[in-house]
């Protein structure tokens, strides 16, 4: 086989199972929103199972869905049957996943959940089978072409319960109303995270702050840019407000009798600013296009904190 042939394969297999995503979004009927609502009434956890594949598949689902506000965890099927089945209690909603709806391995299980009755979402490809019976909720997979050409080896079928499971845990976000901020509680490391911190999560504040008022003489405002050590530092007017900023820029503007003169005359007025609820990838940007290396963070146009480039620069931004 030449390069060519390889490319044409990988464009068949990727248009057979985007043709199954579409005969899987247009046969969801509304056991979709019944499984939504079993979730949401649950006060314990999603326990998402599966075998082989599908096994592979359910734990994806479940760590979206507990990245994502919604409690999950995976339990195997066979470990089930050794003592994990304790990991399933009153209280907890159980998602089990088996194309054929015949996995042998998931008997223990599906038993499990209908002696405590433990709420069973079923999903498979025949709507007659031992799980879907015996499920609550079903939700069937439609019948559609694996994209391996020999029909025997798990493509189209596990691509469709994977998009399933993200349409759950969607759906559940839209629901609950699920924020970038809530996102980052459970994505704190990591390039992730760092794109989701807030200005608030890395701002000096308090004594940390380089803050004079307008009349103070350009001596002592040196020396508090010198004491805090950001290279600049920040004026207030009689109501405590941010009248202005002086930076390296503005010393070297007003050189000429420069002690002679206060920080209110000295200063740039209207300085930029960013609110503490920003995210710090926002104040990022914002110093690289105005070719600075700090924000005063304001609230009311009061001066509450002071985020600088390396602390974007020191959780990963940047």
Known sequence: ?????????????????????????????????????TILETKGRVVVCGMGKSGHIARKIAATFASTGTPAQFVHPAEASHGDLGMMAVGDVALVLSNSGETPELADVVA???????????????????????????LILPKVEEACGTGNVPT?????????????????MEHRQFTPANFREFHPGGKLGAALSRVVDLMHK?????????????????LMISQKGFGVVGITDDAGKLAGIVTDGDLRRHMD???SLTAGEVMTKAPETIEAGDLAEAALGQMNARKITCLFV?????????????????VGLG
């Not at 990988?10 to 005969?23: D, T, Y």
């Not at 959940?113 to 079903?138: E, M, Y």
């Open 257 to 259: 009798g420069l002690l």
């Open 112 to 138: 499990h959940t209908r002696r405590f009755s433990i709420p069973l979402i079923g999903v498979a490809s025949n709507p007659n089978s031992s799980l879907i019976r015996q499920s609550d909720v079903q």
């Open 1 to 37: 086989m030449t390069r060519e042939d390889f490319l044409e394969t990988a464009r068949r297999v990727i248009r057979i199972e985007g043709a199954a995503l579409g005969s899987l979004a247009n046969a969801l009927d509304d056991q979709f929103g019944v499984a939504v609502e």
């Open 156 to 172: 189209s079928t596990t691509t469709m319960t994977l998009a399933l499971g993200d349409a759950l845990a969607v759906a559940l």
């Open 298 to 314: 304001t609230e009311d146009k009061r001066p509450v904190g002071l985020i600088h480039i390396h602390d974007c620069l020191r």
């Open 206 to 222: 308090g004594d940390a702050l380089p803050l004079v008022a307008s009349d103070t003489p350009m001596g002592e405002a040196l």
